[in-house]
RNA sequence: GCCGCGUUCGUCUAGCGGUUAGGACGCCGCCCUCUCAAGGCGGAGAUCACGGGUUCAAAUCCCGUACGCGGUACCA
């Protein structure tokens, strides 16, 4: 089999949301798994929905994936130039034809199709136009569209995913292939592209699925052999709907901006539809590339599961090297404080968090002293006779030498000992009034990290807060 | 409406004629423990959408029905 050519083909109307993305993540595994080449094409023939940000946004998707291209990025409004050339061919070889019906006159035949009750298909009038008269009313300037001749003859559709499936004859209208005002339309530009690319295998978004059809009668108009079809089930939100705002992020940059890591969503967005079986889950891009293949790719759409994406994101939190994981976490605000010190607050930290926002938000009780304390924490320790056995803590750990974790530990021990107290009795109040939440990585290591003076000086302060709470009676 | 596709625990899935229907997320419990995570162990959770066939045997093959999704443009 020679080396596949597939091609991840966007339109810039929207940044890459997750469905694109697996789309784009199955055809570059597929290329890299087969050593083939991975094609970046940019649909933006509609020039009134495209936008070059958007572009923009989607190759800095791309890359943030590491999911790298082999050619391209093409852009088809750059080509137009090799669509005309196609629809002339098309035309000189009658294999479509100019129609001159206005779109007021359509309208009326979709108004009549509707009012009868049937679907609205072009009934193909403009076949009859001769040739010579079609060019003498071209070069008169009158305006017309051009349309596939579209054999009357069912299509099959051979998918690798979905299965074959047929389209009856008539089926399909003639469907326009150039607008009026001289641009190419999507189903034509596509598969002029994939002819002119090479493209062995387009797979793509089951949304496509009933354009097949017309795409396979359109290879066949240029003459050129059938891709391998691959039409991937949909990506849905939980509630099985279409995958929109209310879902929460859709869009890759939102993943990114919420602090998810590229090998996480690659990870998680490949078993949307994919298995390697075994029960295999967690895998590198490059395990997914030795593993991947059409044939296990299920048919059936599948919802999209915020909930495993955080775990499956947690689990490479775990994983990161310390040096990486400092990189990838200055985008997001941390206390600027000592670098070694940082890299042990993390250590501490990263098995708590799911994202790079939480990490980067759990890390904050480094830097300013806590104004606010959590309010079931001060209903169950904010008492005033607490005061003291914090004030003699802060003493206590204070004075624990060396300034270690197993020390401060040892300190506050002996001091719970003395007063017939549980460890959790003096540790809770003292984790309160240190990070103001009541949940936090084992106290005496963060104390160590925290270091002697704004220990107690959290301490000491917070002391002097619960002198202050009004006793309870 | 018409055309197409889909349907295994709540979710992602394994399964490709004979399994106690397996794994993962989530949920619950236990262990660890100064709290919360992580981790370890265990549990609940699927009459394989429903109804007919085919077969000694069906989650697996065939046909209907229901539901869901997609398409139905001089959008992509």
């Known amino acids: 089999m020679t080396a596949p050519r597939v091609r991840f083909a966007p339109s810039p109307t929207g940044s890459l949301h997750v469905g694109g993305a697996r789309t784009a993540l199955y055809n570059w595994l597929f290329a890299r798994r087969g050593g083939g080449t991975f094609i970046l094409r940019i649909e933006d023939t509609d020039v009134e929905r495209s936008r070059r940000e958007l572009t923009d946004q989607i190759l800095h998707a791309m890359r943030w994936l590491g999911l790298d291209w082999d050619e391209g990025p093409f852009f088809q409004s750059e080509r137009g130039a090799l669509y005309h050339e196609a629809a002339d061919r098309l035309l000189a070889e009658g294999k479509a034809y100019r129609a001159f019906e206005t779109p007021d006159e359509l309208d009326a035949m979709k108004k ?198 955080a775990w499956l994101n947690g689990q490479y939190l775990q994983e990161v090297p310390a040096a990486r994981l400092i990189e990838m976490l200055k985008p997001f605000r941390v206390p600027d404080f000592d670098p070694e010190l940082l890299a042990r607050a993390i250590a501490l930290h990263r098995s708590r968090a799911r994202t790079l926002v939480d990490l980067a938000h759990a890390l904050a009780i480094y830097g300013d002293d806590p104004m606010d304390f959590d309010a079931a924490g001060m209903k169950k320790f904010g008492k005033p006779d607490a005061a003291p056995l914090v004030r003699t803590l802060a003493e206590r750990l204070s004075a624990a030498e060396p300034f270690t974790h197993a020390a401060l530990e040892e300190a506050a021990r002996a001091l719970a000992a003395e007063k017939g107290l549980k460890l959790g009795d003096l540790a809770q109040p003292a984790r309160l009034g240190l990070t103001g939440v009541l949940a936090s990585p084992p106290l005496f290591e963060l104390i160590e990290v925290l270091g002697k003076e704004t220990t107690r000086r959290r301490l000491l302060a917070f002391a002097d807060l619960l002198a202050r709470v009004p006793a309870a009676h």
Not at 139 to 147: I, L, N, P, Q, T
Not at 243 to 253: I, M, N, P, Y
């Open 112 to 309: 009549s199709a509707a009012a009868s009750g049937s679907a609205f298909r072009y009934d193909g009038r403009a076949r009859a136009i001769s040739k010579e008269e079609s060019d003498r009313r071209a070069a008169s300037g009158e305006k017309f569209v051009v349309r596939l001749n579209v054999p009357d003859e069912p299509l099959v559709v051979d998918d690798a995913v979905q299965g074959r499936t047929e389209f009856p004859a008539g089926a399909l209208d003639d469907f326009v292939l150039v607008r009026s005002d001289g641009h190419p339309l999507y189903h034509f530009t596509v598969c002029v592209d994939d002819v002119a690319m090479g493209i062995t295998h387009v797979i793509r978004g089951a949304d496509h699925l009933p354009n097949a059809p017309k795409h396979v009668a359109l290879f066949r108009a240029l003459g050129a052999p059938l891709p391998v079809f691959a039409h991937l089930g949909m990506i849905l939100g939980t509630d099985g709907k279409k995958l929109s705002k209310r879902h929460g992020a859709a869009g890759v940059e939102e993943f990114e901006a919420e602090g998810y890591l590229p090998a996480a969503l690659d990870n998680f967005l490949a078993l949307l539809g994919w298995s390697p079986g075994e029960d295999r889950e967690r895998m590198t891009l490059a395990e997914m590339v030795s593993l991947f293949s059409l044939e296990r790719i299920g048919p059936s759409p599948s919802r999209f599961d915020h909930e495993k994406l």
